[in-house]
């Protein structure tokens, strides 16, 4: 039995008609678009300047809470207590409500020593802090 092969065989082809009309509907918003724009270049206005813009409180870098291993607490390389600590980060948070604040405990530092600094971040209404390379041993 012979097998009949198409000896013409239709390629596909690709219906250009919606194409034509996207391009059509393209020129069309252009040609409007450029009016408007034409018409408003007509019109002699002032805008306002705004000059140099700054902010006006600089933000703060992120200040650094360190725990030894004795239980000893510094932001920023001074000594504190945790009521000080408390203190000191409510008047900064008062000027910048942003603040961050990194926390870092020495490897020997006991968890008992450590969890009043958070407790004095939560008190302060500080937010956005992160722990640093807290290694903590459990005693």
Request: hydrophobic residues 45%; proline residues 6%.
């Amino acid at each position: 039995m012979p097998l009949k092969t198409r000896t013409s065989e239709e390629l596909p082809s690709v219906n250009l008609t919606p194409m034509i009309d996207v391009v059509f509907l393209l020129i069309i918003f252009f040609m409007v678009g450029t009016q408007f724009t034409e018409s408003e270049r007509q019109i002699d206005i002032q805008l306002p300047s705004a000059g140099n813009l700054n902010a006006m409180i600089a933000a703060p870098g992120r200040r650094e809470v360190v725990v030894s291993s004795d239980g000893s607490i510094y932001l920023d390389g001074q000594p504190l207590s945790t009521e000080t600590l408390t203190q000191r980060l409510r008047e900064m948070r008062m000027q910048y409500p942003d603040l961050r604040v990194a926390v870092r405990a020495d490897g020997d530092a006991m968890q008992k020593h450590v969890v009043p600094v958070y407790g004095a971040l939560n008190a302060a209404g500080v937010d956005n802090f992160a722990v640093l390379g807290v290694n903590h041993k459990l005693r």
